[in-house]
């Protein structure tokens, strides 16, 4: 029994990927956690954004959506989705965005629109919303995912999000100047792409797992050969994410067992 | 310039006609015209023809209701309240609408290219993507009535040789723009606080513009800061007083979102029968917004109701 | 975020290349970034690459002192102080300048492009004129260091079979826009009261930005109103505390444009030697905001102060 | 000797253009005049704004620049130029442009950029500025112009704002989608286009000319087949535009010579 639980160990995981001096490209949820967490703890002058226009709010509570009232006060500028998907693309910034999805592949492109076809629809997802922009346009993506067969797949229903494409140079080929998927974040551990082919590897697993068992969830190869073990959360990790950022649990959820019991 | 105040109902019947393409101001549950969007679902508008980027409430009630036959958007939902809208999931698998996907800069810049009269607009978003590759609306339908001839384009980069491909997209210039605003001054000029989405955009591009507003003011406060205001008065073509006009959605300054009535919504949303049972409880029975506002109750509004140095309500059971 | 904050002398030699395509923020006699375009004059900048819309004080200036090889813009000249900029048109005339005719439109959604990392943009405005058909620039600049490929092209409509020719436009990244603001927050955000001109587009396409401010506030005021503020704290490179820092033009606000000073220089403008008389007494000498202040005079900084309702010097004489 | 300036009839004849509710693009001089008068006397819901991006200002003071800070107070919204220019082109509005220029041709074809070539310059203008977005674009133009021969040319040096371009259909076939010149207002009288041709004619002259003058200060051919005399300016007129329009005379000048003996 761990003394932390998954969504904790993801948010300090994407947490830790951040630089400082990033310009966070956020969602809410995991996504705040992480670049919150950030910010608190090694990356003080990353500045968090939103699609919607809100730089830099002072988030004295925590957004439950990126149209929320709270990304809307004491920020450096209020602007419009047109500012900040512009933001997005700025060639001076190293802006990071955090995306989820439906569904990834080994590349990590991203299916966040639907199952099946347009003539024949099995499922819908919402749509890429600015996903699809901050993927094309961003310095980097890290995504985060539940890790299971069905949405780690072989082949997506759609390519809502553009990630290494084909993997190689396809993506550059393609015309995109910059960008990419950096990690992706699951509730297992860490994904990262190699720097020739661009294919998905586990490069770290969370205690609570293993690496047959990150690849056994996996519904394509996923190599796990330079798997390591992600060094647990520290106590400083744990409390500035328990008491600071999320001190009501909005996002984090119920606190581990061990630690009710404690 | 006399300002052109009007009912709900009465603007719905004079600006909005079966088959319209309509711009939805806001944004998934911010700033969504409820009110005009409850007013149209009573007057039983069809086949309309939405046009958004991320909707939202006002997006899922009227298809829920039935009065979409179209959609062109980036993103259907309500946040965490519905990460796919309920509604929306359904009409698109039972084939009720005709769904075009974009991506929110892809919408943007739509809007902003009609806003500004460019005849196309031009982006690296989406290369290579199924959003660009695939269509969601029948060939037969392109190019008649509001439908644009083409989704978009890829093409070379005209001017650099180097710059590779590009997506061209068509301008968007709704039949009418849909607004929630804080404030319009009695002189017609409207102000938007806190984050403009794509109001303005959505405003400037369209053929009518119909603003609710929680406040009208006078002109002497509204020009006293005209940096702060969003649309010159002369391009609202109509005007509706509308305290809490956004409700459940939030209106920055005003009030929250309302989580007691989203989360009732999200409960009746997915099924037909109890979808109608929430149209008939919460829709089709008012005709004014006082008697609506009765309805949510002055208990729940003074829960949303916006701290004066924050804009929203500090402490709102969110969950 | 720590506000780098600079002295004029150390921007300009740090962030100023010989050469550098530059951004002037302001409009003809309103907020041009008059201390930094001395110090560039002092420190003899060449070669500079002007790139605006409607110039302005600055861009004469800077092109009487020699420190400009090219410019593209709309407009050159001081309003009523010089409906054609005095040294603009001497340095034309004699070919000590190329120059690039575009329109403010065109100059305008090419900085706008560049802000939003559009490949390109286009419009309707312009066809058929010889800002179209014409080229400043000589075939052997085009496509070296910052002269883009094409001035523009003319293409059809790729979407719309009877949209007739368009105007694709390159985009603009400066290498440096120089912005005067009225406020920059001691976190770096940047408000700028009044009209915006292109300055915010400008500061957005460049690759440096510094900025001139008249008053460098707390964080917890320009915060307070963020609905107000133009550019947010990262976009800033160097802020440089300027009072009246587009003197002698005008800053809303804070002071009026000074006729006294425009006309004495529309005087000295013309020729070669009152021009560098103008030069000696006026730039030169001064290397400090505060020594240049002393030489305008106290009467006449009050003469041209700001009413605190009115944002300009109400009865000011202006002939 | 008459009891009004050239400049007073001038704004004058342009006011009587405008229609109620013209969104009116004006610089600074006449055309501030033109349109605050007409405004005052005729047009109450006239909106006047500015390309630099001033929405309806007060005008307590006469700007003399379209960048005069006294574009920036009061006006219904303060924003820029993108805006502005925008605006112009907005298919909803009666956009009115006031422009004025170097050279204009019999076509209303508008130079206001140099005279000779790049190559070989004999005199250089300031630029379009926003005049060729103007012509381009606005619902219609009104163009003032000292009636010179010099400025009334068979041939433009440059053409930096499209008219009726090589009349007839011309600007419809290049892809224009409205707009064109409406009327030149001079010192000397009010010039319109023919239908048809949409060559220039003389429509008006002032009383203090003939029509054989005006085509003699003409340096193309002249038609003067339809020319009327102006009605002189009303008392009311007058009385307007010297002392609520122009008080300070900032650009209306000296007092006629009658009027200050008077």
């Not at chain 1, 699809?132 to 993506?141: F, I, L, N, T």
């Not at chain 1, 519904?219 to 999320?246: K, N, W, Y």
């Not at chain 2, 946040?79 to 075009?100: D, Q, S, Y």
């Amino acid at each position: 029994m761990e003394s932390y639980t998954a969504t904790e160990i993801m948010a300090l995981s994407a947490g830790r990927l951040v630089h400082n001096g990033d310009i966070l490209f956020a969602g809410t949820g995991l996504s705040m956690l992480a670049a919150t967490v950030s910010k608190r703890i090694h990356a003080p002058e990353a500045t968090v954004f939103f699609e919607t226009g809100g730089i830099d709010p002072s988030l004295d509570e925590l957004p439950l959506a990126v149209a929320d009232p709270r990304v809307m006060v004491r920020t450096s500028v209020n602007t419009s989705l047109a500012d900040a998907l512009s933001l997005l693309c700025h060639p001076k910034f190293r802006t990071i965005a955090f995306l989820g999805a439906a569904q990834i592949d080994c590349y990590g492109n991203l299916n966040s629109t639907l199952m099946g076809t347009y003539e024949n629809p099995q499922q819908r997802f919402p749509g890429s919303g600015g996903a699809c922009d901050a993927a094309s346009m961003a310095y980097g993506v890290i995504i985060f995912m539940q890790h299971q067969r069905r949405r780690f797949v072989e082949k997506l229903d759609y390519l809502s999000s553009p990630g290494w494409l084909t993997g190689g140079d396809a993506r550059r080929r393609a015309g995109f100047k910059r960008g990419g998927p950096i990690a992706v974040v699951t509730n297992l551990g860490v994904m990262k792409f190699d720097e020739q082919t661009k294919k998905m590897y586990l490069d770290e697993y969370y205690p609570i797992t293993n690496p047959e068992k990150v690849a056994a969830e996996t519904g394509f190869h996923l190599d796990i050969s330079r798997a390591r073990e992600s060094l647990p959360p520290s106590d400083t990790e744990l409390t500035v994410l328990r008491q600071d950022v999320d001190p009501q649990r909005l996002i984090l959820g119920p606190m581990p067992v061990t630690s009710i019991t404690q | 310039m006399t300002l052109n105040i009007m009912t709900a109902a009465d603007a719905v019947r004079k600006y909005i006609k079966d088959g319209d393409q309509i711009a939805l101001g806001g944004f998934t549950v911010n700033r969504n015209p409820m009110l005009i969007v409850r007013e149209i679902i009573r007057q039983e508008k069809k086949n309309l023809y939405m046009v958004v980027h991320s909707q939202g409430q006002s997006l899922e009630l009227l298809i829920g209701a039935g009065c979409v036959q179209r959609v062109e958007l980036a993103y259907g939902g309500v946040a965490r309240f519905a990460p796919t809208g309920n509604r929306f999931k359904k009409a698109f698998l039972e084939k009720k609408i005709e769904v075009e996907d974009y991506s929110n800069y892809h919408m943007v810049l739509r809007f902003m290219a009609g806003a500004m009269g460019l005849p196309f607009v031009a982006t690296k978003s989406g290369i290579e993507s199924d959003i660009v590759r695939l269509s969601g609306f029948s060939p037969e339908s392109r190019g008649k009535g509001n439908v644009p001839s083409h989704k978009l384009k890829i093409m070379d980069d005209p001017l650099d040789p180097n710059g590779g491909q590009v997506v061209v997209l068509p301008p968007l210039k709704p039949d009418v723009a849909l607004i929630h605003a804080q404030y319009v001054g009695d002189d017609g000029t409207c102000r938007i606080c806190g984050l403009t989405f794509a109001d303005i955009e959505q405003a400037k591009a369209a053929k009518t513009v119909i603003v609710t507003c929680e406040e009208i003011v006078p002109m002497d406060f509204i020009r006293e800061e005209p940096d702060q205001n969003s649309l010159p008065h002369f391009m609202i073509d109509a005007v509706i007083p509308a305290p809490f006009g956004a409700h459940p959605t939030a209106c920055h300054k005003f009030y929250d979102y309302d989580p007691m009535h989203l989360n009732l919504f999200k409960k009746m949303a997915p099924e037909d029968d109890s979808f109608k049972r929430y149209l008939d409880e919460w829709v089709y029975p008012f005709h004014s917004q006082e008697d609506y506002l009765e309805k949510v109750g002055i208990r729940d509004l003074l829960k949303i109701r916006a701290n004066s140095a924050l804009g929203y309500a500090p402490g709102l059971d969110r969950r």
